[in-house]
């Protein structure tokens, strides 16, 4: 079955700096967009960011400049690079992406777990 599997989320002072890592796995055709949401407690979920299959990408007003994704296609992984992180950035964060299986050609929307991502003021 295809999954989604984030890893990297942690503790960590504010002003430092965390890389979180998305791995798909199973028997899959394709992946198409792929992108990173998060939910802070007590807060509405939000998206972060968006990673296309040819390297485009988008982000939220809020982590411009501060936070980077990008994708490795050869791995089926995606990745999220936080710096400067801010104590509002404390957030369960989630990876997504459009998969098609083998079993399936049509891309479907999974969700990760998620990951929990905790900064101290």
């Known amino acids: 079955q295809v999954q989604l599997v984030e890893s990297g989320g942690g503790l960590v002072q504010a002003g430092g700096s965390l890389r979180l890592s998305c791995a798909a796995t199973?028997?899959?055709?394709?992946?198409?967009?792929m992108a990173w949401h998060r939910q802070g407690p007590g807060k509405q979920r939000e998206l972060v960011a968006t990673?296309?299959?040819?390297?485009?990408?988008d982000y939220a007003e809020f982590v411009k400049g501060r936070f980077t994704i990008s994708r490795d296609n050869a791995q089926n992984t995606v990745y999220l690079e936080m710096n400067n992180l801010k104590f509002e950035d404390t957030a369960v964060y989630y990876c997504?992406?459009?998969?098609?299986?083998?079993?399936?050609?049509?891309?479907?929307?999974?969700w990760g777990q998620g990951t929990q991502v905790t900064v101290s003021s």
């Open positions: 199973g028997t899959i055709f394709g992946i198409d967009v």
């Open positions: 990673s296309d299959s040819s390297g485009g990408t």
């Open positions: 997504t992406a459009q998969i098609a299986a083998y079993t399936d050609f049509r891309y479907k929307y999974y």
